[in-house]
């Protein structure tokens, strides 16, 4: 079946940096498009970045731009998000999102019919202090 498993959140003060991991077990995500989502409280989940299989195509959402940056380990069945200059704002559980089709378009587009066939992570929490 597969699974994802993100790591890496943690507290940080504002300007700090995290990196967070996501591995994929059970199935072989290398070939995947996959991406990052974030959710804070009350808030809806939303696009934070994502990528092609090898990460040659990357895109992210306008409030993360040029501060985080996505990555691909394909060897590692693995994907990164590098998050520097953090800000109070970019507080949220993070997940990872590998989807089923494996088209980076089905990251871009949540809302399709087989979006119940995604694989998800479990978050990782995030939390910046001012």
């Known amino acids: 079946q597969g699974r994802l498993v993100e790591s890496g959140g943690g507290l940080v003060q504002t300007g700090g940096s995290l990196r967070l991991s996501c591995t994929g077990f059970?199935?072989?995500?290398?070939?995947?498009?996959m991406g990052w989502f974030r959710q804070a409280p009350g808030k809806e989940r939303v696009f934070v970045a994502g990528?092609?299989?090898?990460?040659?195509?990357?895109y992210y959402a306008d409030s993360v731009k040029g501060r985080f940056t996505i990555s691909r380990d394909i060897h590692k069945n693995t994907m990164y998000l590098q998050m520097n200059s953090l800000k109070p704002e970019d507080t949220a559980v993070y997940y990872c999102?590998?989807?089923?089709?494996?088209?980076?378009?089905?990251?871009?587009?949540?809302?399709?019919?087989?979006?119940?066939?995604?694989?998800w992570g479990q978050g990782t929490q995030v939390t910046v202090s001012s």
């Open positions: 059970g199935r072989i995500f290398s070939s995947y498009a």
């Open positions: 990528c092609n299989w090898d990460a040659s195509r990357t």
């Open positions: 999102l590998a989807p089923n089709g494996g088209v980076i378009e089905e990251v871009l587009n949540l809302r399709r019919t087989n979006a119940d066939k995604d694989y």
